[in-house]
């Protein structure tokens, strides 16, 4: 945990991926990506740009389910 409720995961010192936990099993989930893709996710529902680091091609997914395969809009395809 490096600030508060929110798990960072991390590679050495650079941050790929943020959990908020205080949501419970709901947690949103933020994580950077490349520029093409910012832009393919944004078209999901329920993925924005993070907040505070969105400029820097971060999203936000409001809930895990987004990715899964068959998930909404076959959004799995959208981020691998």
């Known amino acids: 945990m490096q600030w508060g ?46 907040p505070y680091v969105g400029r820097y091609k971060w999203v936000l997914l409001e809930r895990a389910s987004i990715l899964t395969v068959g998930g909404p809009g076959g959004s799995y395809s959208a981020v691998v």
Do not use: M, N
Request: charged share 30%; glycine share 4%; proline share 4%.
């Open 5 to 50: 409720e929110d798990l960072c995961f991390k590679v050495y010192v650079k941050i790929f991926a943020v959990v908020d936990l205080s949501k419970g099993k709901l947690a949103p989930i933020s994580f950077r990506c490349t520029t093409e893709k910012f832009q393919e996710l944004l078209e999901i529902e329920g993925i924005a740009p993070a």
